[in-house]
């Protein structure tokens, strides 16, 4: 059974850095695509970052570029969101999600789903 389990969030203040962590059991995390999605009080879940398995594609969000990295520790079977320059916009609750496909754009793509965890940004 995969099971995913994230950590690393809480509460922040604007301009921090904050790496989340997503602990995966029962399969490979080189062998799966990732993603980190957020849902925000009153809106929909967004895909924030994906990362294609085995070595494909990386796709950032417009809000992501340039402040947020996806990466991948096989030996650790772990995936991590690092997130700098944070806004009180990332405030939102942080799910990491893994799946068997190849696109990893929407959030049926994706077979399995951590609780999540929250992040908050204050001003």
């Known amino acids: 059974q995969v099971q995913l389990l994230e950590s690393g969030g809480g509460l922040v203040q604007t301009g921090d850095s904050l790496r989340l962590s997503c602990a995966v059991s029962?399969?490979?995390?080189?062998?799966?695509?990732m993603g980190w999605f957020r849902q925000a009080p009153g809106k929909e879940r967004e895909l924030v970052v994906r990362?294609?398995?085995?070595?494909?594609?990386?796709y950032y969000s417009d809000s992501a570029k340039g402040r947020f990295t996806i990466s991948r520790d096989n030996a650790k079977n772990t995936f991590y969101l690092q997130m700098n320059s944070l806004k009180p916009e990332d405030t939102a609750f942080y799910y990491c999600a893994a799946g068997h496909g190849l696109i990893g754009i929407h959030m049926s793509d994706y077979n399995y789903w951590g609780p999540g965890t929250q992040v908050t940004v204050s001003s």
């Open positions: 990362s294609i398995r085995n070595g494909g594609n990386t």
């Open positions: 029962g399969h490979p995390v080189s062998s799966v695509t």
